[in-house]
Each structure stands twice: as C-alpha cells, then as structure tokens.
Nanobody
Framework: QVQLVESGGGVVQPGGSLRLSCAAS????????TGWYRQAPGKQRELVAV???????HYADFVKGRFTISRDNGKNTVFLQMNSLKPEDTAIYYC?????????WGQGTQVTVSS
C-alpha cells in the first residue's frame, strides 16, 4: 500500500506560479515512477508530468517549458513547480504511483487560475 498526499494548490492569477507537493508513505521502497495528472470539470484526467526514481522526466506538450517535476528522495516527496499559469490549467491535480496492476492516487489538490 502506498499513501499519497498532495498539497500546494490554490487560486492564482494568470502568469502566476504555484508549487505542488506529493508526499508518499507506506510501501515506498519500490516506487519507480511518480506522476502528476489533472482533471478539469467535464474533461478526462490527463497526464501532466512523470519522473522516475532515477530522475528521468517526461512532460505533456501543453506544460513543456512552464512546469517542472522534481523529487526529494530523502523526504519521499515529488514536486510540481508550475510557472506562467494559464486559465486552462485550472483543474484538480492528482499524484499517481503505478505499481503492477494497481494505481495509487492521492486525494487531489485544486488549482484555480483566474483574474
């Protein structure tokens, strides 16, 4: 079992920044990949970025150059630095850890970009 807790969401103006955190606990010794997903109202959940235990990263095209995913292995935490936020970035952001046939998800953190 893996428990994931996201934090750092909020309301920000267009062009602003937020830093999301995903803290993992439980059976974390074999976590290979951690990802950030988002889901906007009326839309499907979509991948935002992923990072491997070795630090390899992958980003969705719509966040390249604006978002940065990173990890602090000592604190079992993955971060998502979001810069140059746009209204279309408004969504609930979820942390995900896939393990075999099971996907672990956090409860999500709301990000609202509005003037």
């Amino acid at each position: 079992q893996v428990q994931l807790v996201e934090s750092g969401g909020g309301v920000v103006q267009p062009g602003g920044s937020l830093r999301l955190s995903c803290a993992a606990s439980g059976s974390i010794f074999s976590i290979v990949v951690t990802g950030w997903y988002r889901q906007a109202p009326g839309k499907q959940r979509e991948l935002v970025a992923v990072i491997t235990s070795g630090g390899i990263t992958h980003y969705a095209d719509f966040v390249k150059g604006r978002f940065t995913i990173s990890r602090d292995n000592g604190k079992n935490t993955v971060f998502l630095q979001m810069n140059s936020l746009k209204p279309e970035d408004t969504a609930i952001y979820y942390c995900n850890v896939p393990r075999g046939t099971v996907d672990y998800w956090g409860q999500g953190t709301q990000v609202t970009v509005s003037s």
